[in-house]
């Protein structure tokens, strides 16, 4: 069996290479052995997506006063809930497969290994490849807390398929997953505590507005512990006990759920990737160029495996890239303009630098922010609500990135990264007729 590319994993870079590589007329072999979609469609990103818009449908029903509508009682199904994510799940994976065999992959269920780089091992079957793109995604860091093997944790997939609501949570872990669970189990009225290392939830994301989220879920009833380390964990009649330490001293948190969420580690073990003997980064992530390819040439290396964003639209492009390579076509990787959102009520969503990379690359900028209140439509949608857009911008008037907090931040947040990928300045925004009334014309007021 010899094809012109292997990809192992399923996921959204295996999948958009395999059927971009299809689409361009070449033979192409994908190995998956769970679910074709990878943790993007299955126990990630639109998992997470379809809860949090069941808890935004309740939120809207429990508020609808607000908007001068009554709904006499709001209330839900959690395992009807559960069921609908699992009906979107099987749609969206039944579609990826129909179009990659619309387009001639050759897709094999099963755990794939690596002989060489030009050998794969799958099953009692040898397959043979002219090039081979690895990208078999992200594993769940589980953190070596004193008594974490003693206790009933809960990871995202848990979370994700759990039919009854815990009174209490505690979530280890403060990043994008561990406040979108904090945000679905709030709206559904369960006492969430949020444990956070770093002095701000969100790192990476504008402080700034990170401590707006913040203050507004504490506001909704969430108890943050910033700066703050877990020391141990322990069982009890109630659940789990978390003790943790921090400036104030010590202390212990007692929930009937713990969930931990405080990484992602890419899969690196267990398929044979030795044999390749592929360079590393000095963060000990395997070397990829601009086109993705290692440095074994037709080896590339895409998505979470390569350790560089761990973001599912990352990993879309860098398939593009790195298929465009393989076909002779001009493409390159950047990534000055990767979004970055958290699907929280309200939104939060970033582009491009940050005022921290700024400062530290001791780069000249000013910070510009306007309420969302600028937008008619915000206004209109948004009773009682506050929002805000920042953008960072170079003396020159280049823009060089832009956060928001307020819906909806994550379809809006593009228009500042296309502008920021293409080095536009603010005044660019003014060209472009916006239709009206959008939250969007916010960017034409800067
Ligand atoms: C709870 C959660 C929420 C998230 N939300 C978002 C979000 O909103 N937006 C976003 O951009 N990102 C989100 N992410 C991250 C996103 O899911 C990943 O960035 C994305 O899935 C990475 O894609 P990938 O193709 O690199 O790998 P994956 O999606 O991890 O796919 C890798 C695939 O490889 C397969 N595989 C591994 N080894 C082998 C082998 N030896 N043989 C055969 N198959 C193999 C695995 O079974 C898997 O299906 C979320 C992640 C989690 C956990």
Redesign the pocket.
């Known amino acids: 069996m010899k094809y012109q590319l292997a990809i192992?994993?399923?996921?959204?870079?295996?999948y958009t290479a395999a059927e971009a590589a299809g689409k361009a007329g070449l033979s192409v072999v994908l190995?998956?052995?769970?679910?074709?979609?990878?943790?993007?469609?299955?126990?990630?990103?639109i998992?997470?997506?379809t809860l949090l818009y069941s808890a935004k449908v309740y939120d809207y029903a429990k508020h609808a006063g607000k908007y001068a509508v009554t709904v006499p009682e709001a209330s839900f199904d959690l395992a009807k809930i559960v069921v609908r994510k699992q009906k979107v799940v099987r749609k969206l994976v039944l579609g990826i497969k129909a179009k990659l065999t619309a387009h001639q992959v050759n897709i094999v269920n099963?755990?794939?290994?690596i002989i060489d780089a030009h050998t794969i091992q799958?099953g009692e079957d040898t397959y043979e490849c002219e090039n081979l793109l690895l990208?078999?995604?992200?594993e769940?860091f589980i953190p070596p807390i004193p008594g974490v093997a003693e206790v009933d944790y809960w990871t995202?997939r848990n979370a994700?398929d759990n039919k009854e609501l815990p009174a209490s949570l505690v979530i280890v872990g403060g990043g994008?997953?561990g406040m979108?669970f904090a945000s679905f189990f709030c709206s559904m009225g369960t006492q969430v505590t949020v444990i956070e290392m770093m002095d701000e939830i969100l790192g990476g994301m504008d402080k700034e507005l990170s401590a707006m989220l913040r203050a507004d879920y504490a506001k909704k009833g969430i108890k943050f512990l910033l700066s703050t380390k877990v020391t141990a964990l322990s069982k009890s009649e109630g659940g789990t006990v978390v003790s943790y330490e921090n400036a104030e001293g010590t202390g212990s948190v007692e929930a009937e759920k713990l969930l931990l969420s405080v990484g992602?580690r890419p899969?690196t073990q267990?398929?044979g990737l030795e044999n390749l003997g592929l360079e590393l980064t000095e963060r000990r992530c395997i070397k990829v160029d601009e086109h993705l390819q290692s440095s074994v040439p037709g080896v590339y290396v895409?998505?979470?495996?390569n350790g560089v964003?761990?973001?599912?639209?990352?990993?879309v492009r860098e398939a593009e890239v790195a298929v465009h390579h393989i076909l002779g076509k001009q493409d390159a990787m950047s990534y000055r303009a990767i979004p970055g959102?958290v699907?929280t009520n309200p939104e939060i969503a970033s582009v491009g630098a940050s005022e921290e990379s700024l400062q530290k690359d001791n780069i000249s900028y000013s910070a510009i922010k306007l309420p969302m209140a600028y937008s008619g439509r915000f206004v209109a949608e948004n009773e009682g609500v506050n929002g805000v857009c920042k953008v960072l911008v170079a003396d020159d008037g280049t823009l060089l990135g832009a956060s928001m907090f307020g819906n909806p931040a994550s379809e809006l947040i593009v228009l500042a990264g296309m502008a920021i990928e293409d080095g536009k300045k603010l005044e660019d925004w003014k060209r472009y007729v916006f239709p009206h009334p959008t939250a969007g014309e916010i960017f034409r007021e800067f």
Do not use: M, Q
Not at 110 to 113: D, H, I, L, Q, V
Not at 135 to 138: I, L, M, N, Y
């Open positions: 192992i994993g399923g996921g959204p870079a295996g190995f998956e052995k769970n679910s074709l979609g990878g943790v993007c469609l299955n126990e990630g990103c998992p997470t997506k099963g755990e794939a290994s799958c990208c078999t995604g992200s769940t995202h994700l994008v997953i979108e992602r899969v267990g398929f895409c998505g979470d495996l964003s761990l973001l599912a639209h990352t990993a959102i699907y």
